[in-house]
């Protein structure tokens, strides 16, 4: 249930954040915004890292394969994504694609196995709840 609980958390923070940034972004551009975006994230984990557990930056380099390092340089993407996503589509069409794009990805990464993730078989339910998903979309966008 806690997961569930946060997931939602997440989904909300995301809308909420893509929001703001695109309102940031008519003022100063997107990627001083992507910027600031990403200098402000450093500046709240380095103050929960103080607050909290205290772990060592240098467990970073022991991390196999390095490629996996790269989250931080896909979140920089990320932000710019959804600032123009929700810039030309609006809120609620941008991130309701947004979300079906990560639940097909999610799904096919598990059906590949692919960056150490358990291989999963492919299930009809979960391929009828993508249809249903993007039927979603559809039906949304439908004016």
Same mark, same amino acid.
């Given at each position: 249930?806690?997961?569930?609980?946060?997931?939602?958390?997440?989904?909300?923070?995301?809308?909420?954040?893509?929001?703001?940034?695109?309102?940031?972004?008519?003022?100063?551009?997107?990627?001083?915004?992507?910027?600031?975006?990403?200098?402000?994230?450093?500046?709240?984990?380095?103050? !929960?890292? *103080?607050?909290?557990?205290?772990?060592? #930056? =240098?467990?970073?380099?022991?991390?196999?394969?390095?490629?996996? /390092?790269? @989250?931080?340089?896909?979140?920089?993407?990320?932000?710019?994504?959804?600032?123009?996503?929700?810039?030309?589509?609006?809120?609620?069409?941008?991130?309701?694609?947004?979300?079906?794009?990560?639940?097909?990805? !999610?799904? *096919?990464?598990?059906?590949?196995?692919? #960056? =150490?993730?358990?291989?999963?078989?492919?299930?009809?339910?979960? /391929?009828? @709840?993508?249809?249903?998903?993007?039927?979603?979309?559809?039906?949304?966008?439908?004016?």
């Amino acid at each position: 249930m806690l997961g569930f609980i946060i997931a939602l958390l997440s989904g909300a923070l995301m809308s909420v954040q893509g929001v703001f940034n695109t309102q940031v972004t008519k003022t100063s551009g997107i990627w001083v915004a992507n910027a600031f975006v990403q200098f402000t994230a450093l500046l709240v984990c380095l103050a !929960a890292w *103080l607050v909290t557990d205290r772990s060592s #930056f =240098g467990a970073l380099w022991k991390v196999e394969p390095k490629y996996m /390092l790269l @989250g931080g340089a896909i979140g920089a993407f990320i932000t710019y994504t959804v600032i123009k996503g929700m810039e030309l589509l609006g809120p609620a069409r941008a991130v309701m694609i947004i979300v079906v794009s990560q639940l097909i990805v !999610a799904y *096919l990464i598990e059906l590949s196995g692919v #960056f =150490g993730v358990e291989k999963q078989p492919p299930e009809l339910r979960k /391929l009828a @709840g993508m249809a249903v998903a993007i039927a979603g979309i559809v039906i949304f966008k439908w004016n």
